[in-house]
Nanobody, 114 residues
Framework: QVQFVESGGGLVQPGGSLRLSCAVS????????MGWYRQAPGKQRELVAG???????NYADSVRGRFTISRDNAKNTVYLQMNSLKPEDTAVYSC????????WGQGTQVTVSS
């Protein structure tokens, strides 16, 4: 069973940066396309960034040019570098497979506020 442990969230001022990490265990990590998702209060969870097993990336329009997803297959870890953060980026961020997401981890809270 695949498990996800997210970390790196926190409180940051608008315009600031954070780097999120997601440690993945329990499966063959390198074969999966992985994604970072976020869920703001009262809203549905949305996929904001994805990366294939080969390293190709794609982004939601709302974060393109500000966020960068990457992965280290040797460490079974996915990262999300977030720059130029905005208050509307405030959400719980989680990682999971892009295709057929499995059980969600706890996520990590990102709050952008002055």
């Amino acid at each position: 069973q695949v498990q996800f442990v997210e970390s790196g969230g926190g409180l940051v001022q608008p315009g600031g940066s954070l780097r999120l990490s997601c440690a993945v265990s329990g499966s063959i990590f390198s074969v999966y396309a992985m994604g970072w998702y976020r869920q703001a209060p009262g809203k549905q969870r949305e996929l904001v960034a994805g990366i294939t097993s080969g390293g190709s990336t794609n982004y939601a329009d709302s974060v393109r040019g500000r966020f960068t997803i990457s992965r280290d297959n040797a460490k079974n870890t996915v990262y999300l570098q977030m720059n130029s953060l905005k208050p509307e980026d405030t959400a719980v961020y989680s990682c999971n497979k892009v295709v057929r997401p499995t059980t969600w981890g706890q996520g990590t809270q990102v709050t952008v506020s002055s």
